[in-house]
């Protein structure tokens, strides 16, 4: 059964570019990551009201590796005019309709979407999203915020997130570094940038 669209109340007067990464390595029934993804991006399209900015489709190794089959990795702007808390809300119930659980970190999973910026918001301050930023991997396998952190704190490192974002927004900057997607993209090792491949005819 389809759900209504949501009639969100608008908190500002803006509308605001939300980025987001979706991505799936499991099955759902029949279906396969690949028409997750596409549905995914279709049923947050019908929440929000309109159609989204869509990258290409591709094939990414799981992280950690070994740690599942490969995924299917997408990256979509679409506009939005309420809290940033709102729209997490909204990409977690459209995850748990498509039956995701959320049991060990950065495990396979039916469908992930993450927010990883709205426009130039940061949440919850400066000095805490610069923290998880430079957080090291081996904590940041075994901690997890207990808030919203924008933007994505590990947004500069990841290759299957980045690829995507630039098809889409490669021009903005995140707004403490000052860096854009273009050129965090560039700063990242060759071979793991090798590693993401786009779908034949995406």
Do not use: C
């Amino acid at each position: 059964m389809i759900k209504p669209a949501l009639q969100r109340p608008i908190r500002n007067n803006s509308v605001t570019n939300a980025l987001i990464a979706v991505g799936s390595n499991l099955p759902r029934d029949t279906t396969l990551s690949k028409g997750i993804v596409t549905q995914a991006v279709a049923e947050i399209a019908r929440r929000v009201g309109g159609p989204p900015q869509l990258s290409r489709f591709y094939a990414t190794p799981a992280f950690p590796p070994g740690s599942g089959p490969d995924f299917v990795n997408a990256a979509l702007v679409i506009p939005w005019a309420d809290s940033p808390e709102a729209l997490l809300d909204l990409l977690h119930e459209i995850e748990a309709g498509f039956g995701r659980t959320r049991t060990d970190r950065w495990e396979a999973r039916v469908l992930d979407l993450d927010l990883i910026a709205l426009g130039q918001d940061v949440r919850p301050d400066a000095e805490t999203q610069a923290q998880w930023r430079e957080l090291p991997l081996d904590r940041a396998a075994q901690e997890t915020p207990g808030t919203l952190i924008l933007p994505h704190p590990r947004l500069q490192e990841r290759a299957f997130v980045l690829v995507p974002l630039a098809d889409v927004a490669p021009d903005w900057r995140h707004p403490l570094t000052g860096e854009s997607v273009r050129e965090m993209l560039e700063a990242l090792p060759a071979e793991d940038l090798a590693e993401i491949r786009p779908f034949e005819g995406d």
